[in-house]
């Protein structure tokens, strides 16, 4: 299995374009549910794959759980000696109650992704 998200997703595209030489990253865009932008940002190494976009994809490539946990997000770099957290969330439609909760894991994911890489200061949430 891929190391990272992007490996498997590098390697997802090569299976198919074996399987089909005309097969493109725009299709394979549209298979997975995202711009075809953001996709060759990914695979370029441009922009990481958050938590959220990595359990997004993880069952359109059939990945389990465990997979998704395993593999991870991309680890993203603010400025050198800075980490940051990056995570995806939606929230239209959720009604307050579940909006919390979500915030509420997310904050705790991220504080335990700072505890994980040793690394303090003031937190900062832009809503």
Known sequence: ?????????????????K?????????FARFLGMDHSRLSKILRGERPVSWGLARQLGPILGLTAEEIEKIGATPTKERPGKAQFSASISLQGLNPQLAATEIQRLLLEWASSQNAQGTQGPVTLNL
């Not at 299995?1 to 374009?17: H, N, P, V």
């Not at 089909?20 to 990253?25: A, E, Q, R, V």
Request: no cysteine.
């Open 1 to 17: 299995m891929a190391s990272t998200f992007k490996d498997l997703l590098i390697a997802e595209l090569q299976e198919r374009q």
């Open 19 to 27: 399987r089909n030489s005309s097969y493109s990253l725009r299709a």
